[in-house]
């Protein structure tokens, strides 16, 4: 068994003000996804300009933080909420859903597209590789808040949490950070490297985070108020991971289908 480090959740104090280790783990998302897009954007015939990356960031933060806050809310702990309102805005206790931050940023990116002239997927294709980084950031953050723990766990990297019980659990944050955050980063990234049919890159992402979350989710203690949904296994993650799934094979099967299509028409 492993020592929990029990880490400080609070980064910087000075005075009144607390600094996060939560919401310095989204900044450093954000900052990644900043350079990351800029590097992209410098690649020749990439289509984008400095400043579009910027308003890309900067629209996708608005995005991934109220629809991370909102879905949380809805799917995950409503009456908690209606309850005591004021608690919606203490973000940096944790509580955000990457379902309801994907859909915030999905309606940002579709705003973004407006603004600039692109399709809805030329835009989400180009933002994909560059979210990963901030995914493993965000369980880094769950890590150090010590929430999101794993399943109660004999393996000799288990650790005993301060708000698990005395039994050591599965860091799965830390799996997660690996999974949703490392491996993913560098599919997308090496797979976008190449030109791919437009889709490819969002059904991509898709389909593997979906599919990271979802095994994931079978070492992740389920949310207490919660529980499992049905079966005795399955999680709420789980039952909003399969959509992606299934949108991600969707995505990639039609641009690779309409590719093919393109290129029997000599296109």
Known sequence: MLTYPNIDPVAISLGPLKVHWYGLMYLLGFGAAWWLGRLRASRPGSGWTAEQVSDMVFYGALGAVLGGRIGYILFYDLPVYLDAPLKMLKVWEGGMSFHGGMLGVFVAMWLLGRKTGKTFFQVTDFLAPLVPIGL??????????????????????????????????????????????????????????????????SGMFLVFYGLFRFVAEFVRE??????????????????????????????????????????SKGL
């Open 136 to 201: 493993g950031a965000g369980r880094i953050g769950n890590f150090i808040n010590g929430e999101l723990w794993g399943k109660v766990s004999d393996a000799p990297w288990a650790m005993v949490f301060p708000l698990g019980g005395p039994l050591p659990r599965h860091p799965s944050q830390l799996y997660q950070a690996f999974l949703e955050g490392i491996v993913l980063f560098l599919i997308l990234w090496f797979f976008s490297r190449k030109p791919r049919p437009a889709m490819a890159v």
């Open 222 to 263: 389920p949310d207490a108020q919660l529980g499992y949904l049905a079966f005795g296994w399955l999680t709420m993650g789980q039952v909003l991971s399969t959509p992606m799934i299934l949108g991600g094979i969707g995505l990639l099967w039609w641009a690779y289908t309409k590719n093919l299509k393109l290129q």
